[in-house]
């Protein structure tokens, strides 16, 4: 098995992931295609909720992924940080704007069940609104690399700002819970309870998880190729322009 | 690094500016409030504690560019890097010396104008004194977003892009010491998560600044 590193070498990179690119695309569409299918059209509504309750197979995914987006960034700043691998950089780069439409994708769906449900679009309850600030980390983050030209000044920088961000987000999270007890229901999905929800409801629920898993990968896969190749170029018109 | 605290606060007196605009600010803001909502004291005492957090919160962003910028544009960063004080300990400074010339006149000031918003009595020992804890986080934290955009041109709308969400825990317990003080609840739990926040920013921040800096003096 080759390391790890071994992806750091862009050219290492683009061929595994050109390789990997319509596998992970193809199941992303699969696993959503079955399962928001499965979900939406073969679940029984719930008693209480009616049909409702199938905006989970949207909501809980995108919100799940959301957060492992900043995680996924946050790794990908570190080894930037410490290794000074390009690819790591732009590979963070690349999971921002993806990782923000799902934050938007999850206080979207959210509001929309929120309002037959719970009778209002928004409540400044702890989990929405730390989703909230989750989205404007995004944005933040986003800005700053659109701000700085020089690509390894702006990777350096923006590394910084998501590395104390994330600490901030904790303390922000925390905070809010202190703050205002809220609306939002415990989380439905966690792995030390015999069961979460009733099995009809969970095995499409776990399909559209992993194919919104598999889309992230599939999205930060070819945006990080994306990158590369407009680095690339960039060097190869710098070249021309020295000659 | 004592000579660079001297310095800075002996610009701010002299060139003006920023110590007397920040404070002008908060003025400004807690009295277009009551426009805003009404005159209504029972209402305007309600919301006074936010209300002055915010705008404390509003007049420190207001003075963060010009943490660096200055400096920066006239070649004195440069020199203070090559000279032997560390980056880190400039942030520090940098930071204490925005917190004497915005941070301490907010929290002077704050009394009288809890007086204009009608904040109930026994909020303003409570007020004075989350103010006192939270301010140099808001200045850590600004000098840490000042540092990241330093390089950027007319970086002022990014800074507050970056720097207010970073805000938030501190505005929340802050305004919340205030809120409960004046309601008679117990306000110190939050009043000690304030200082924790402020003691955790202190020790962190001016790392995360100078490494900041020193990518943009590159």
């Not at chain 1, 938007?104 to 989990?127: C, F, H, K, N, S």
């Not at chain 1, 929405?128 to 000044?153: C, H, K, Q, R, V």
């Not at chain 2, 004291?41 to 919160?57: K, N, Q, V």
């Not at chain 2, 008679?184 to 921040?205: F, K, N, R």
Request: a neutral charge; one cysteine or more; aromatic letters at 12%.
């Amino acid at each position: 098995m080759a390391s790890f590193w071994e992806y750091a070498n862009p050219r290492k990179f683009m061929a595994t992931s050109a390789f990997l690119l319509p596998w992970t695309a193809g199941i992303a569409g699969l696993c959503l295609v079955t399962g928001l299918v499965w979900g939406f059209f073969f679940t029984p509504d719930d008693f209480r909720q009616g049909s409702t309750v199938k905006i989970i197979y949207v909501h809980v995914p995108s919100a799940i992924m959301a957060v492992n987006a900043w995680l996924m960034m946050l790794v990908a700043s570190l080894i930037w940080v410490i290794r000074r691998h390009h690819v790591s950089a732009l590979a963070a780069k690349a999971a921002a704007p993806v990782g923000m439409v799902f934050t938007v994708i999850a206080l979207a769906t959210g509001a929309l069940w929120g309002q037959p449900m719970w009778g209002t679009w928004w409540e400044w309850d702890p989990r929405l609104t730390s989703f909230l600030i989750l989205f404007l980390f995004y944005l933040g983050y986003m800005a700053l690399w659109e701000a700085i030209d020089n690509p390894d000044s702006a990777a350096d920088l923006t590394a910084v700002l998501c590395l104390v961000g994330s600490v901030f987000a904790i303390i922000s999270r925390y905070a809010l819970v202190f703050w205002n007890q809220g609306l939002h229901q415990g989380a439905t999905l966690s792995l030390d309870r015999e069961q979460n929800i009733a099995n009809v409801f969970w095995y499409p629920l776990v399909i559209t998880l992993a194919g919104f898993g598999f889309l992230f990968l599939a999205l930060v896969l070819y945006r990080t190729q994306t990158e590369i190749r407009a680095r690339r170029l960039k060097a190869l018109i710098a070249q021309e322009r020295m000659a | 690094m004592i000579g660079l605290l001297k310095r800075d606060l002996t610009l701010a007196i002299r060139a003006g500016g920023g110590f007397g605009l920040s404070l002008a600010f908060f003025l400004i803001f807690t009295t277009l409030v009551p426009f805003g909502v009404g005159p209504q004291t029972a209402i305007l005492s309600d919301i006074a504690p936010g209300i002055l957090w915010l705008g404390a919160l509003l007049a420190c962003l207001l003075s963060l560019d010009r943490i660096f910028q200055l400096d920066w544009e006239d070649g004195t960063l440069d020199l203070i890097a090559t000279s032997p004080v560390p980056l880190e300990g400039l942030a520090a400074m940098k930071a204490l010396a925005h917190w004497i010339t915005t941070g301490l006149p907010l929290v002077l000031v704050s009394p009288v104008l809890g007086l204009l918003l009608n904040l109930p009595g026994p909020g303003y020992l409570w007020l004075m004194a989350s103010l006192v804890l939270g301010t140099p986080a808001l200045s850590a934290i600004g000098a840490f977003g000042a540092a990241l955009t330093v390089g950027v041109k007319r970086g002022g709308l990014l800074l507050s892009l970056l720097v207010l969400p970073l805000y938030v825990p501190t505005l929340i317990f802050g305004a919340l010491t205030v809120a409960r003080g004046a309601t008679g609840q117990d306000a110190l739990t939050p009043l000690i998560l304030v200082g924790g926040i402020t003691l955790g920013s202190l020790a962190i921040l001016p790392f995360a600044a100078a490494s900041a800096l020193r990518v943009n003096l590159r």
